[in-house]
């Protein structure tokens, strides 16, 4: 075997992507994005990483906020409708799923549970709001990393 021949270790996008990472936060385009990456995932034979990026919100914490409970509970209720949809398809439709969460904003912890879960390719749903124009949204901040083929689903 030559030494080009030897394995070099973890390669993305050999043979199809294996792991897909895609961002949900319970609005409609990234439950949409969700659906469409489950499609490729289950296509492709890939393992869906679903992420949930729980916001640091230091400013309603100093006015006593319960913002940890808060995005833990916005988690649960994700990975609840999800386990709920998961089910209702369940023999039709089987895709090998995880649900992660992950702590920061959101275009970083998708950054990181990216390189962490070692995706082959990044799903998100686009931006739904208004002031993403000025400052860029996480999906155009994502496909400027180019990191990982990232798909906008609208």
């Known amino acids: 075997m030559s030494e080009r021949q030897q394995s070099q270790g973890f390669e993305r996008g050999t043979d199809g992507p294996k792991v897909i990472v895609t961002g949900v936060d319970g609005s409609d385009s990234s439950l949409r994005a969700a659906a469409y990456a489950s499609g490729l995932a289950r ?14 919100m230091p400013a309603g914490a100093a006015l006593g906020a319960p913002v940890a409970d808060t995005t833990g509970e916005i988690a649960e209720e ?18 090998r799923w995880e649900f992660h969460t992950f702590r920061g904003d959101p275009y970083s912890g998708l950054v990181k549970a990216a390189d962490d879960l070692k995706a082959d390719a990044v799903v998100v749903g686009a931006s739904e709001s208004a002031g993403h124009r000025i400052i860029g949204s996480v999906a155009v901040r994502l496909v400027k990393a180019g990191r990982w083929p990232v798909t906008v689903v609208p």
């Open 43 to 56: 296509r492709q034979n890939a393992l869906l990483a679903i992420v949930y990026v729980q916001p640091l």
């Open 78 to 95: 994700l990975a609840a409708e999800i386990r709920a949809a998961a089910e209702r398809v369940r023999g039709i439709w089987d895709v």
